[in-house]
C-alpha cells in the first residue's frame, strides 16, 4: 500500500519535469524560428552591419584554422585505421581511397568540424550576447536606435555559417591528405593509388554536396542556438554560464538530428 503511495507521489513530479521540458524545447525551437525569419529579413533588406560581419569572419572563421588543421589531418588517419583491416584481409589496397574517402566526406568530415567550430565559435558567441545582455548593453543599442538583430545577430549568423562551410571544405581537403600518408605509412599504400581509388568513379560530386549541404545546415542551427540562448539570457554571470552549456548540448543534438535527416534525403 505504502509502496503505491510513493508511485502515485512520484508520478506527477516526473510528469511535470516531462512537461516542462516539451516546452522549454518547443519555446527554444519556436525562439530559433522566429530569430531565423528576423536575420533573414535583416539580410534580404541589406540591414546589417558589413564591417561586423567582416570582424566576425576573421575572428571566427581566420582563427579556428589551427584547430581544424588538427582535427582534420587526424580524421583522415583514423579512417585509414578503421578500413585497414578490411583492406589487408581482402587486399583490396585500391579501395583504401574510396573507403576512407567516402564516410570522410559525407559524414566525419562535416560532423567533426561543426562539434568543433560549435565548441569553439558557437559557446563564444553565446557567452558575448549573454554578457551584453546582462550589462544592458542590448538595451542601450536599443535607446540609440540601432537595431540588435541587424548589428550584432544577422552578421554573426552569416558569419558562423560561412565559417563552417570553408572549414568543411578545408578539413576535407586535409582529412584526405593525412588518409592518404596514413595509409602510406601504415600499410604501404602510395599515395598515389590511394586518390586513383578515390578518384575511380566510387566517389563522386554528389558525396562533396552531401557534406557541404550538411555544413550548412548545421551552420544556422549553431548560429541560431547561440543567438537565441544569448539573447534571452536571465540570472546575471550564472545564468550566462547556463546558457553557453545549453547552447552546446543544443546545437550538438540538432546537428545529430539534422544528419539524419539530410543523410535521408539527399542521394
Known amino acids: 500500500m505504502s509502496g503505491a503511495v510513493e508511485s ?8 511535470a519535469s516531462l512537461g516542462e521540458n516539451v516546452l522549454s524545447t518547443a519555446t527554444t525551437a519556436g525562439g530559433m524560428t522566429i530569430l531565423g525569419f528576423k536575420v533573414l529579413h535583416r539580410l534580404i533588406t541589406f540591414k546589417f552591419d558589413g564591417l561586423e560581419l567582416l570582424r566576425n569572419l576573421e575572428r571566427m572563421g581566420v582563427r579556428s584554422i589551427p584547430i581544424v588543421i588538427v582535427t582534420a589531418l587526424f580524421t583522415g588517419a583514423i579512417m585509414v585505421l578503421q578500413a585497414a583491416p578490411l583492406v589487408l584481409r ?51 543599442l536599443r535607446v540609440l536606435a540601432i537595431d540588435p538583430i541587424g548589428f550584432l545577430v544577422a552578421p554573426r549568423t552569416v558569419a558562423i555559417v560561412v565559417t563552417l562551410f570553408f572549414a568543411t571544405v578545408f578539413a ?14 601504415l600499410l604501404g ?3 598515389g593509388l590511394f586518390y586513383n581509388g578515390l578518384t575511380s568513379g566510387l566517389l563522386g560530386i554528389p558525396d562533396v554536396v552531401n557534406g557541404l549541404v550538411k555544413s550548412i545546415v548545421f551552420g544556422i542551427v549553431m548560429a541560431l542556438a547561440s543567438c537565441q540562448f544569448g539573447l534571452t539570457v536571465t540570472g546575471g554571470a550564472p545564468g550566462v ?16 538530428i539534422l544528419d539524419y535527416f539530410v543523410s535521408f534525403t539527399l542521394p
Open 172 to 185: 576535407d581537403v586535409l582529412a584526405l591528405v593525412g588518409a592518404a600518408y596514413a595509409g602510406w605509412g
Open 90 to 140: 581482402f587486399g583490396a589496397h585500391g579501395l583504401l581511397g574510396w573507403g576512407a574517402g567516402f564516410g570522410t566526406l559525407r559524414e566525419i568530415a562535416p560532423l567533426l568540424t561543426a562539434l568543433m567550430i560549435n565548441g569553439r565559435v558557437g559557446a563564444n558567441n553565446t557567452a558575448e550576447l549573454g554578457t551584453m545582455v546582462v550589462t544592458e548593453q542590448i538595451d542601450a
Open 189 to 191: 599504400v602510395e599515395p
Open 241 to 256: 554560464g547556463r546558457a553557453v552549456n545549453a547552447t552546446v548540448v543544443a546545437s550538438a543534438t540538432g546537428i545529430f
Open 8 to 15: 502515485a507521489d512520484k508520478s506527477p513530479g516526473f510528469l
